[in-house]
């Protein structure tokens, strides 16, 4: 599985880098808002720190302003990902760009047909929100199930690029369910190191060793 940070905040994109487990980077327009910058100084940044996928949505409305914004976008880094909305205007512009050979992360999906149309209009990446869904009440994970299976039952290569995960949970019924990518905030990427039997356990040997070389 691959993982990408989702946010647009570039110290904590450097910060992660460290960690040498980060494959790319997703922002959309509320993220890069957060950082008071324009989308591409922040996107060219962030070009610069890691070497893979860096997704930057459109904001026009109309597939004719999409496109222009896109190969606008695409010219910034021969790793840039074009973000666009799953709807009628969106998917038009994502067969379009998939025949210009321009990587396609189509977000905001929220259904298995949704997901389905991206693909048949040729998306490197569908962006299933789980979080949102939950939030609703709706069981997000069942919805990365049924595109995994429709997916596999037809052979789209589209990669499921699990979204909106709000916690570890999330990330591992994912893992399970055969999600491709999962991008996560900083924050809960973080959280995956963690366990208190592992600290717990570390304590112990150093202790050992500290008592058996004393
Ligand atoms: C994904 O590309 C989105 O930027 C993101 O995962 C949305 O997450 P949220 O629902 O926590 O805002």
């Given at each position: 599985m691959e993982f990408f940070i989702d946010t647009g905040m570039v110290d904590e994109i450097k910060e992660a880098a460290k960690w040498g487990i980060i494959d790319g980077v997703t922002t959309n327009p509320s993220l890069i808002a957060k950082s008071?910058?324009?989308q591409a100084d922040v996107i060219k940044e962030i070009c610069g720190i890691?070497?893979?996928?860096?997704s930057a949505e459109v904001i026009s409305t109309d597939t004719e302003g999409m496109l222009k914004e896109a190969y606008e976008i695409a010219k910034w880094h021969e790793n840039i990902v074009v973000k666009l909305p799953l709807t009628e205007a969106g998917i038009a512009a994502c067969a379009t760009l998939s025949k210009d050979k321009i990587k396609t992360n189509v977000t905001?999906?929220?259904?298995?047909?949704?997901?389905?149309?991206?693909?048949k209009a040729g998306a490197t990446y569908i962006s299933p929100f789980l979080g949102r869904l939950d939030d609703i009440g709706h069981n997000g994970l069942q919805l990365i199930e049924e595109i995994r299976t429709v997916y596999d039952n037809y052979g789209f290569m589209t990669k499921i690029l699990a979204a909106s995960i709000r916690h570890p949970l999330h990330l591992r019924d994912c893992t399970l369910l055969g999600a491709d990518v999962a991008t996560m905030p900083y924050k809960v990427i973080e959280s995956l190191y963690k366990h208190p039997l592992t600290d717990r356990g570390l304590d112990a040997f150093l202790s050992d060793h500290a008592k058996a070389n004393s």
């Open positions: 008071g910058r324009s890691i070497n893979g996928p860096i905001l999906c929220f259904s298995s047909n949704q997901a389905l149309l991206a693909a």
